[in-house]
């Protein structure tokens, strides 16, 4: 599906995370704030320590660590008013999206986009 960007999203990566299925990350808080963006885990690697956070729907809880069920990245992308992406999937009103112009992909809050009706 192709979406047009309604908002401004400007990327935040201090804290960029990159895993495949199966790796192992330790839990480190629960999301709390906007009710619209609830189901996030904040969380470290064990293998490379870096952090970020992930959808609960993607972990798996084994007592204070938890195993990823599917590849993740927490990358975002950069869009702009009038933007065109193709929606891929959507996650906790994330969109995980491949820009039309540049072919990046990222996640954008599902909130900045609005449906093409074509």
């Known amino acids: 599906m192709r979406y047009v960007v309604i908002k401004n999203h400007i990327v935040n990566e201090a804290n960029l995370i990159n895993l495949k299925e199966n790796d192992r990350v330790l839990r480190l808080e629960e999301y709390i704030g906007n009710p619209v963006w609830q189901n996030w885990v904040y969380c470290i ?8 956070w992930i ?3 993607y972990l798996k809880n084994m007592d204070d660590e938890s195993i990823l069920l599917e590849d993740y990245s927490s990358k975002e992308l950069d869009v702009s008013t009038g933007d065109i992406v193709t929606l891929k999937k959507t996650v906790n009103n994330w969109a995980y999206c491949i820009h ?8 954008v809050p599902l909130e900045n986009l609005e449906i093409i009706n074509e």
Not at 45 to 52: C, F, I, M, V, W
Not at 100 to 107: A, D, F, I, L, T
């Open 45 to 52: 690697s064990k293998d490379t320590l870096k952090e970020g």
């Open 55 to 57: 959808p609960r729907a």
């Open 100 to 107: 039309e112009h540049n072919g990046e992909e990222g996640w």
